[in-house]
């Protein structure tokens, strides 16, 4: 594989579009589940290994790529692509014994590339490029850690972009790897000895004979020593055996203090801590300790000079920061030094220059303050403007803090910060061929079914009328305590660029403000995210930005299943519909990838209250049919192992089957995982792809079609 992007060839004719893809056959499937009858008549599509099951999927992706191939102005939609993402851009770095970690992408490579350098004076180097890995660029950089003294990295690769994972080890100076080759590092977040001998990190057994649904509950916290071998690893803390749980270690920077999170979902986990003694010995005999266990919260710990500083929402839904010491650390000796900002959400907290950072969200959008250690106010670190924070690096016995800022009209740009002192510096920022100014940002409130005023983004050309004649597309996700903030977006562009408007709602489920937000949207709540979502809908029809034609929805995971609930909810109320990686079979969405952890956030099928929750919403169980579904475009990934495509699949044949929409398209990418495939040239097919369905969908002349078509 070549690592320069090859330049753009001359458009070909478009291919005579084939007929779309029969329907799937139908089975007589019949669950009685409680007081629910439940039917399944495309069940056989689950399993990803049949044969039938395979040549059904790969006729609908063939359909569907060529269909999209023959729409108008799809050339010229990819060709802006290539243009934005074909782009130089640098990571906010990691600082190690005064050496430089960060990743930069290339304008003529498909991967970003790990880089080094040994101050901020000296060249760089190439530490990793993923580019060289493989011929066809299907592995993956997954996660890296440098070690303390800046002599290793830890790393994963990934096949495919799935979340499996293999650690590796590089010798920074010689740029050689370490023999030491770890399997199991699905979840995998290493931490180092502050010598660099050796690190603890998460493991996750491999064993086939595990069922995949099952595995996380077997994660074990373990410790590898350089040098020896990794199927000998002594386990620190043995699994929870509970498939609905995450386990997670850390180690403090002194590695005298080991710490265990076992998280039950998004809104509750328990802490666990072990004294590894003056020596800092990874396997030193001991007791684990419990801190808190139970409470209902979610917590989480930073260390600095034998006191721990604790970030959580119990009893305070917008987030405060307690202290304590190591050697009393019990929830009773626990003092609050940062009190919850009724106003402004606390979204992370560390420990960088002898201060606090923290990081806040105030209306989804990000700020930075300093605090003493004692809690008491520095100073805010202050903004190029409203937009997104992210990527705080730093170290706690060093001045200089990095962080990365975008808005919504504004690129990623790094910078360097001084914590005993004010400004900023620019470190780096991202150059792209967009005219921006052009474009115009504000925040609306709308209210949602029940009442509740939600908060949404609106981004357009700056003094564009509501005149109901705009396509608007409508971008959601509601769910895991993930906050939508306003961060640059290339490829919303070509979509803005072609008169566009782009609108993200703040849906309930969503952490923007703060536990009682989440809380609202979880669960039995659920409800809730689907309602606010329709009630974004309603608004943009109301307010004449749009009408119900000419309006677009899209989302990807829980984002799928939000679009794939408002598509079956509300049908009438959309033009067309791009469905990502969803979920959208919530009766057996358990049995699955990694389907149990997320009972917490969904409710659990095998409860019949939970199940008359999920069944109530379900998106492929509420596929009518002779009802006229918006089109439809299904994005899905024949690698996801964390979502699996069985549920693209299934809705695909339950739409189709019902004869209602006259498009329904399954475009399957291939080798790739549930973020898609990481090569620059497929994001650049993949945007096309769904940009241009978009666009045929919603009659939007792509960027200089109108010119090419008077020609």
């Known amino acids: 594989m070549t690592d320069v992007a090859p330049p753009p060839a001359p458009a070909p004719a478009p291919e005579p579009a084939p007929p779309p893809a029969g329907p799937a056959r139908v089975q007589e499937i019949v669950d009685v589940l409680g007081d629910l009858t439940v039917d399944d008549p495309y069940r056989w599509l689950e399993d990803g290994t049949s044969r039938e099951v395979r040549q059904w999927a790969s006729a609908q992706d063939a359909a569907a790529r060529a269909l999209l191939r023959s729409y108008p102005g799809r050339d010229r939609l990819a060709q802006r692509f290539r243009e934005l993402y074909y782009v130089d851009s640098v990571s906010p770095p990691r600082k190690r014994a005064g050496r430089f970690f960060y990743l930069r992408t290339h304008s003529d490579r498909e991967k970003a590339v790990l880089y080094w350098r040994a101050s901020e004076r000296e060249p760089e180097q190439v530490l990793l490029d993923p580019n060289r890995w493989s011929t066809d660029g299907t592995i993956s950089l997954g996660a890296w850690v440098p070690s303390w003294d800046g002599r290793r990295v830890v790393y994963a690769r990934r096949a495919n972009g799935a979340d499996e994972a293999v650690l590796h080890v590089v010798d920074v100076d010689s740029g050689g790897n370490l023999p030491d080759v770890i399997e199991g590092g699905k979840y995998a977040s290493p ?22 649904a099952d595995r996380p509950g077997r994660t074990e916290l373990r410790f590898h020593r350089l040098g020896t071998d990794p199927r000998r690893d002594p386990v620190v803390h043995p699994c929870t055996w509970n498939p609905s749980t995450f386990l997670a270690g850390q180690l403090s920077r002194d590695g005298r203090w080991l710490f265990v999170h076992i998280y039950r979902g998004w809104n509750e986990s328990d802490l666990w801590m072990r004294d590894l003694g003056a020596r800092r010995d990874p396997l030193a005999p001991g007791e684990w300790r419990r801190i808190v266990e139970g409470n209902g919260a979610i917590y989480s710990v930073d260390v600095w000079q034998d006191q721990l500083f604790i970030l959580t929402d119990e009893g305070a839904p917008r987030r405060r920061v307690f202290k304590a010491s190591v050697v009393a650390p019990d929830r009773a000796n626990w003092h609050e030094i940062v009190p919850e900002d009724p106003g402004a959400t606390l979204e992370d907290m560390s420990v960088l220059g002898g201060r606090l950072a923290l990081v806040y969200l105030r209306r989804a959008a990000g700020e930075i303050r300093l605090a003493e250690l004692d809690g008491r106010p520095a100073r805010p670190i202050p903004l ?38 004010n400004g900023l510096a620019l470190w780096a920022k991202v150059v792209l061929p967009v005219d921006a100014s052009q474009m115009q940002v504000e925040q609306v409130q709308y209210p949602s079914k029940d009442g509740t005023a939600v908060s949404m983004f609106l981004v357009h050309r700056r003094g564009m009328a509501k005149d109901g004649s705009h396509p608007v597309l409508l971008n959601g996700y509601g769910g895991f305590n993930v906050s939508l903030t306003p961060s640059f977006r290339a490829g919303i562009y070509p979509w803005l660029e072609a008169g566009g408007v782009y609108a993200v709602p703040n849906l309930r489920g969503g952490g923007e403000y703060g536990r009682a937000w989440h809380e609202a949207g979880r669960g039995p709540n659920k409800q809730n995210v689907f309602d606010d979502f329709a009630a974004a809908a309603e608004w943009l029809v109301r307010e004449k930005w749009t009408v119900p034609a000419r309006l677009g929805i899209t989302g990807g995971s829980n984002g799928g299943l939000l679009v794939g609930v408002a598509m079956t909810q509300r049908p009438e109320l959309f033009g067309a519909v791009v469905c990502s990686v969803p979920l959208l079979d919530m009766v057996r969405y358990t049995l699955y990838g990694s389907g149990k952890t997320w009972i917490p956030e969904y409710g659990d099928p095998r409860i019949p209250a939970d199940l008359g929750v999920l069944f109530a919403y ?23 192992d964390r979502v699996d495509p069985m549920h693209a699949r299934k809705f695909a044949a339950r739409v189709l089957g ?3 929409s006259a498009t329904v398209l399954l475009r399957i990418e291939r080798n790739a995982g549930h973020g898609g495939a990481d090569q620059v040239r497929r994001a650049i097919e993949s945007s096309a792809d769904q940009y241009a369905f978009l666009f045929e969908m919603l009659h939007v002349q792509a960027p200089g079609e109108a010119d090419a078509a008077a020609k």
């Open 191 to 212: 931490s180092w000895t502050p010598d660099g001998a050796g690190f603890f990190y998460e493991y996750l057994p491999a064993d086939p004979s595990i069922p995949v």
């Open 618 to 640: 379900s998106p492929y169980h509420h596929v009518r049919p002779g009802t006229k579904y918006p089109p439809l475009l299904l994005m899905s990934s024949d690698d996801d």
């Open 384 to 421: 190029p403007g409203i937009g997104s924070v992210a990527g705080v690096s730093g170290n706690p016995d060093e001045d200089d803090a990095y962080f990365a800022y975008s808005s919504f009209t504004t690129p990623q740009q790094v910078y360097r910060t001084s914590i005993a002192r």
């Open 658 to 660: 019902a004869g209602g």
